[in-house]
């Protein structure tokens, strides 16, 4: 079923047509899934972020780019970048996730969909330059598995925290925006997945794009080879089959269940690091309006790679003004 010449030991389009795709559901919620959320982002509210903003490090695109820090759960202190509106106040808001490789440089997150915007790019924990916590691995492979012998220890519920509050930190350092209507949201690879645990649960957000999105479907993804975190824990799971309880409680395509704000995904139909099929699951598990846009491939280069690109900025320019520009 390969649209790609490649030397994966693997079919990263795992057999899989668009119409098998898109009819792949979502794992039902374990008991108390929506009550252990709840309390979690209830929690992360009450901490104090003392967002403090750096040096000016850049100015393009329509925004002047500063380092941030603030404060998460845990006592813990992240770092990440702010970007502010060059001229005039911030009509709208973003917090923007990253993939799984970190977070070095705002890179091609900025320019932001909306013009006139401000957005907050954290580093959660474990992760980038500006995201590192003794005792957190700082590499997939092993950040993914930090804690995981629990829902209550396993890192990934915590860097969902990290959203939660780097959001609270934006509309601290920019107090505009609580009269300049919801945030929006867009997340990739690992941040699409954190995004989807996270914003059921938030109501400061009015829309998300979620690309390539991890964690979703995890019973199917044990089952499926990857190049991804993904792997790793297929490796865990295999020495630790209970880890699958844990598991539930972490699913992106059942956190989707109960994702109303309108969300664009865009999934791949190929992907060797983050299996399509836990893609496609958490899109057709989203519970309010949704449109997808499907990608060739994910996480792999190839000739159609710079168009693709363009086209998931376009759509996104016109996703967000949908539903957030005015």
Do not use: K
């Amino acid at each position: 079923m390969s649209s790609f010449v490649h030397d994966f030991p693997f079919d990263p389009s795992y057999g899989r047509t668009l119409d098998d795709l898109t009819a792949l559901p979502a794992p039902l919620a374990p008991d108390g899934f929506a009550d252990f959320w709840r309390a979690r982002y209830e929690a992360a509210r009450e901490v104090a972020t003392e967002p403090e903003i750096g040096p000016l490090e850049d100015e393009r695109d329509g925004v002047r780019i500063h380092r941030v820090t603030f404060a998460s759960v845990g006592g813990v202190r992240l770092g990440g970048w702010l970007a502010l509106p060059s001229d005039g106040a911030a009509r709208h808001g973003f917090v923007i996730g990253h993939g799984y490789g970190g977070r070095q440089e705002p890179g091609p997150d900025v320019p932001l969909p909306l013009p006139g915007a401000a957005a907050i790019l954290p580093c959660v924990r474990g992760m980038g330059t500006r995201g590192l916590v003794p005792g957190i691995p700082d590499v997939a492979d092993a950040h993914v598995l930090h804690g995981i012998e629990s829902r209550e220890s396993y890192v990934i519920g915590d860097c969902v925290a990290d959203l939660w509050c780097a959001a609270s930190a934006l509309r601290e350092l920019v107090p505009e925006l609580a009269e300049a209507g919801p945030l929006g949201y867009l997340g990739e690879s690992f941040g699409g997945g954190l995004g989807a645990l996270a914003l059921p649960w938030d109501d400061r957000f009015g829309a998300a794009q979620l690309t390539v999105p991890t964690f979703g479907n995890h019973p199917l993804r044990l089952t499926l080879p990857c190049t991804g975190s993904g792997e790793s824990v297929r490796g865990y799971h295999r020495e630790h089959p209970e880890v699958t309880e844990v598991l539930r409680y972490f699913d992106a395509a059942t956190a989707a269940r109960f994702l109303e704000l309108p969300t664009l995904v865009a999934a791949a139909l190929f992907d060797p690091a983050v299996p399509p099929p836990g893609q496609f699951a958490v899109h057709n598990a989203l519970a309010g309006e949704r449109e997808l846009l499907v990608l060739r491939a994910g996480h792999f280069e190839h000739a159609g790679t710079a168009a693709e690109t363009a086209g998931l900025v376009a759509a996104r320019q016109r996703f967000f003004g949908e539903w957030l520009g005015r």
